[in-house]
């Protein structure tokens, strides 16, 4: 049971270059979630997707696009990276699944340097 | 809506010490509340839950916290400070419905002496 996985774990980008951070999850679960953690902030969402087919601005979702491919996938695109999008990027998932889990699972992050 | 409030950014005790992280939070509705451990360079693992049961809360590596309506707080506890308990902690809240936004306290890091 692989739980929540991203790709890539690492990644430089000069500014104004795009990329797309990928989240998959196999719990069955309804929600997901994009945060980013910087120090001293705690962590930030960005965009979240309730069920499959929505998704929603969360506290900072400026510079972000994200997409529900499917249940199971959830991705988080940077348009035109900027240094102040330099973070660790979490993905999450809660819920629906067979024992109607109620807290978030995370994965191992996302560290972005952007110079 | 719903937030969280860590008192302290910084905590530091001796080993065998009492372990106390505060977590405040406010919410319209229920609140279904959580503390998470971050070890270095790691990703976030529940430690205890808690939704609406028992306001005492028992979690892993012999943390609890109590759900205290009355004062709306969470605050996490551990009667004696072990050395691998250095990390950061987050408390969460939602609103319990699994399409409800979680979130996430500012953090407490927890440094433990010998």
């Known amino acids: 049971n692989a739980g929540v996985t991203q790709t890539p774990k690492f990644q430089v980008l000069k500014t104004g270059q795009s990329m797309t951070l990928q989240c998959a999850q196999d719990m069955n679960h309804n929600s997901m979630y994009w945060y980013r953690q910087d120090p001293g902030m705690g962590l930030r969402l960005i965009y979240y997707s309730a069920s499959e087919g929505t998704t929603d601005k969360g506290e900072v979702p400026n510079g972000y696009n994200v997409s529900r491919l499917n249940k199971r996938e959830f991705s988080l695109r940077l348009e035109s990276a900027a240094p102040s999008q330099t973070s660790v990027y979490f993905c999450a998932s809660i819920g629906g699944g067979a024992f109607l889990d109620t807290e978030a699972f995370f994965g191992q992050g996302t560290r972005l340097t952007v110079v | 809506a719903q937030s969280v409030t860590q008192l302290g950014s910084h905590v530091s005790v001796s080993e065998g010490a009492l372990v106390l992280l505060r977590c405040n939070y406010s919410s319209s509705v229920p609140p279904y509340l959580f503390w998470y451990v971050q070890y270095p360079n790691q990703g976030l693992q529940l430690l205890l839950k808690y939704t609406s049961a028992a306001t005492l809360v028992k979690g892993i590596n012999g943390f609890e916290a109590e759900f205290k309506k009355s004062e709306t707080s969470f605050h996490l506890t551990k009667p004696s400070a072990h050395m691998s308990d250095a990390a950061e902690y987050f408390c969460?809240?939602?609103?319990?419905?699994?399409?409800?936004?979680?979130?996430f306290g500012s953090g407490t890091k927890l440094n433990v002496k010998p």
């Open positions: 969460a809240v939602s609103g319990g419905n699994n399409f409800n936004k979680f979130y």
